[in-house]
């Protein structure tokens, strides 16, 4: 790496490392065990292990130099403590501090530094240095501040650092660190500051730890830490800081941290914990920022945080707790950030809320009630950041907001709020409004607030939408159709034969007239970010996955103009942002809910689990019901759970794509374009066409059957062929049976009229003829109230019918033997069924069981 040339006279002044008189190749031979030292009586091999330890660090060979031992006047430069012995007839010197902090040094950490034995510091902080942490690091025994962080540090940590009996400091934070803890750290009983956090370390963490009995501060976060929290670490009562947020801790909180009475932070946030939280937490009088935000706390949130008097912030977003949010909460006058969300009890705020120290505070899907009260704009004046989204908040936004001069993010999204929006909201950085229930909107050009100088102008409607406009798109349809596909955040693209509709607006609100909108509600906790979020920078391979759409909270997609009907949604999701080591991004958890119609069908859905990895697609199916009266809507929602602040803020719901299919057949009352082709022919040979339908069906000339009547009740009858039009020209819709000769259909004659017409098909053999012939002279003969009653036939050419009275209830056959594997409603007790056979019997009537078709008629 190349040195700018003030940083080099700079070394020259500095960097005094070599003898200014003789070379470390002199010996003295003075006396036995005699060493080489250097004009400033420095061994010569800490000086020649010294300067190969600065090459390695990517800094040239440094000069001769006229004092070796001189203290650093730059913390940006380069640092050689000496620590010199003068009580004894030969000054010694050692080299004892090594401080390189933030000098964006490229290179590997030599080996060679196991050579400077009295070291008691080493800080290469800040820097660009790759490769492994040496394993001879552990024979530096003296050395009480080890400082590695922020570099590219990989591989494992090596347990030879656990023989640093010395050590009071060890920073290893921010780097690419694998594997497991090393048990043997629990040997550095001298240990006060302890930091491993941001890496990408797994397992458990060792319960040795809890032996480290004078250690203030233990971070462990945003690793890949699993297994439950040692109860160990209890014993570790000097400790004032402990962080363990972002891993995959599971399990419930230990009671035994309630004996931790020092404890100041605990950041227990964006693990899997579960349970409630230990009534033995009442002890952590000394709290000052609690965090169990993002992970599966139950029960209610416990009354004794409120007498957590010195409490500053307080997370407890993304939780499963029940009942209400203590009152005394809001009498903590220090309290300067309060997260909640998901409180399923009816809430609503104090009359008298004394947060006047409030920062951020979100109380989003809190059930909250009632109105905004006047004391949040009038006596909280630190106020930027205010959340009050998804409840049941009624009234005005109050007047008084308007005195919060630094209140920049407002978002009151989802509630029940009506009146008029004041015009002062357009200045606000974030104002979200929508779904509420405002009598106005603002529509109003203003010049852009972060860029006052710029006469680009900006429309802002922060109402927008609600549901009525949403309900008014729904209804403005100029047509139907049975589909719908969306790449989300991507342009418009054909994939397996279906065009995908291009999607790649960045306003919080979007909608194609008569097809489909979306709608982006809520901000992020954290604005550290500055991703869009129609962001597209993916390493998928499949086109559907290269873009995406993601929102803080809330992402909402809606269906126009779909036909009545079932359908099935298909969602397309890969996890396309926490995906690289390289900014630990891959490190981050993204958990949200999805819903349909308003039904939750995924909870806390995380893309990577179910996909077995980064970047690789899901494609979940569901089915749902879309009406005539309202459109079909698909929710994405983060409800707190996951990453929260580390890596950036990017924890929002995404989706890549959607695709609504029918379930069933589309061209069911609707003409295609073949079908119209068609029609237009068939309506030009009309004519013909009938002629050779009628010739087909024996009805040209054929006035025997409009004017053979069928006596069907007494002084009424019909006609054979209306008695034919009531079939629908023997439809196979009418059809009621089948029989060995022919088939069964129901008429519907007029004046609610009904009859069975059997259309026979004539045998092709004589034993098959006598055999129709002897049935039809047995059902002419028999007459019986149980048995149905033949009206008529007829018989000429190919057309041969029967005609029967027609049974509402269907045939005793069905009732007696068919009941429990049919629809009918015909139900006999064992009683009726006993007096039909004892009937039967008495009056010699016998049934002869046949086919179906002949058992009814």
Request: glycine share 6%.
């Amino acid at each position: 790496m190349a040195v700018p040339f003030f940083l080099s006279v700079l070394l020259l002044l500095l960097l005094l490392l070599l003898c200014q008189h003789g070379s470390c190749a002199e010996d003295s031979s003075s006396s036995e065990g005699s060493h080489c030292y250097t004009a400033e009586r420095l061994p010569c091999a800490e000086v020649d292990a010294l300067q190969t330890i600065i090459v390695k660090l990517g800094l040239p060979e440094p000069l001769t130099s006229r004092n070796y031992c001189s203290k650093s006047i730059d913390d940006r430069s380069i640092s050689f403590d000496c620590d010199c012995n003068e009580n004894t007839t030969i000054r010694s010197c050692h080299i004892t501090s090594l401080v390189t902090y933030r000098m964006r040094l490229s290179g590997q950490i030599d080996e060679r530094l196991s050579e400077l034995t009295h070291l008691n510091k080493i800080d290469l902080s800040s820097n660009q240095l790759y490769g492994t942490i040496p394993e001879s690091l552990g024979k530096l025994t003296q050395l009480q501040t080890l400082n590695l962080g922020y570099n590219q540090l990989s591989r494992k940590i090596p347990p030879a650092l656990g023989n640093l009996k010395a050590l009071e400091t060890l920073d290893l934070s921010n780097n690419q660190l694998h594997g497991t803890i090393p048990e043997s750290l629990g040997k550095l009983t001298r240990l006060k500051t302890l930091y491993l956090q941001t890496n990408f370390l797994n397992d458990s963490i060792p319960s040795s730890l809890g032996n480290l009995k004078n250690l203030t501060t233990l971070s462990l976060s945003n690793n890949m830490l699993s297994g439950r929290i040692p109860k160990q670490l209890g014993n570790l009562l000097n400790l004032a800081s402990l962080s363990l947020d972002q891993n995959r801790l599971y399990g419930p909180l230990p009671q035994e941290l309630g004996k931790l009475s020092k404890l100041e932070q605990l950041y227990v946030d964006s693990n899997n914990l579960t349970k409630t939280v230990p009534k033995s937490f009442d002890n952590l009088k000394s709290m000052r920022r609690f965090s169990v935000a993002g992970n599966n706390l139950s029960g209610e949130i416990p009354p004794f945080i409120a007498n957590f008097t010195n409490l500053t912030d307080l997370y407890l977003v993304g939780n499963d707790f029940e009942g209400e949010l203590p009152r005394g909460i809001f009498n903590l006058s220090g309290l300067k950030i309060l997260l909640v969300s998901d409180l399923n009890t009816s809430l609503s705020f104090p009359e008298i809320g004394n947060l006047t120290n409030m920062y951020s505070l979100i109380l989003r899907n809190c059930s909250l009630t009632g109105g905004i009260p006047d004391y949040i704009g009038n006596n909280w004046t630190a106020l930027n950041y205010l959340d009050l989204s998804f409840n049941n908040l009624t009234g005005s936004i109050p007047q008084s907001l308007k005195n919060a001069t630094f209140l920049n993010r407002l978002v009151l999204t989802n509630n029940k709020l009506n009146g008029s929006i004041p015009r002062w909201i357009l200045e606000k950085d974030t104002a979200d409004l929508s779904y509420n229930n405002f009598t106005n909107f603002i529509q109003d050009n203003i010049t852009d607030p972060p860029h006052h100088d710029s006469t680009e102008v900006k429309t802002l409607d922060p109402g927008k939408p609600d549901m009525d406009s949403i309900l008014a798109l729904s209804k403005n349809c100029t047509s139907k159709h049975h589909s719908l596909f969306i790449n989300c955040g991507g342009a418009r693209i054909n994939v397996e034969g279906n065009t995908y509709d291009e999607d790649i607006s960045t306003a919080s609100f979007f909608s194609v007239p008569g097809t489909w909108a979306y709608s982006c509600s809520g901000d992020y906790i954290f604005r550290t970010s500055t991703l869009r979020e129609s962001d597209k920078n993916t390493t998928c391979q499949e086109s559907l996955y290269k873009t995406i759409r993601f929102c803080p909270v809330s992402l909402k997609y809606y269906g126009f103009c779909l036909r009545k009907g079932n359908y099935t949604v298909e969602l397309h999701f890969a996890e396309t942002i926490y995906t690289r080591d390289e900014d630990y991004s891959s490190l981050g958890t993204r958990i949200f809910d999805v819903y349909i119609q308003g039904k939750r069908i995924l909870t806390d859905l995380n893309i990577i689990e179910m996909a077995k990895g980064p970047n690789v697609e899901w494609k979940p199916k569901f089915t749902t019901i879309v009406d005539d009266d309202n459109p079909l809507e698909i929710h994405f929602f983060w409800a707190g759970k996951g990453s929260l602040g580390d890596p950036a803020p990017l924890n929002g719901p995404l989706v890549s794509a959607i695709s609504v299919t029918p379930n069933f057949d589309v061209n069911d009352g609707k003409l295609s374009a073949s079908q119209i082709a068609g029609i237009t022919i068939g309506c030009a040979f009309a004519p013909l066409l009938l002629f050779l339908f009628a010739w087909q069906m024996g009805l040209l000339g054929n006035r025997e059957l409009r004017e053979k009547q069928i006596e069907v009740q007494q002084n009424r009858s019909f006609t054979l062929q209306q008695i034919i039009d009531g079939t629908k020209n023997f439809s196979s819709k009418m059809e009621i049976g089948r029989g060995r000769f022919g088939v069964v259909y129901k008429a519907n004659l007029p004046d609610q009229i009904k009859l069975a017409v059997k259309k026979i098909s004539p045998p092709s053999e004589q034993r098959e003829k006598d055999e129709l012939k002897s049935e039809i002279g047995n059902l002419i003969s028999l007459s019986h109230e149980n048995l149905v009653q033949l009206l008529g036939g007829y018989s000429n050419k190919d057309l041969h019918l029967l005609i029967y009275e027609y049974m509402e209830t269907g045939s005793l056959h069905k009732a007696l033997f068919e009941q429990r594997h049919t629809s009918t409603e015909t139900e006999l007790s064992w009683s009726a069924r006993y007096d039909i056979c004892q009937q039967f019997t008495t009056r010699k009537i016998h049934l002869q069981p046949s086919k179906q078709g002949d058992r009814e008629y």
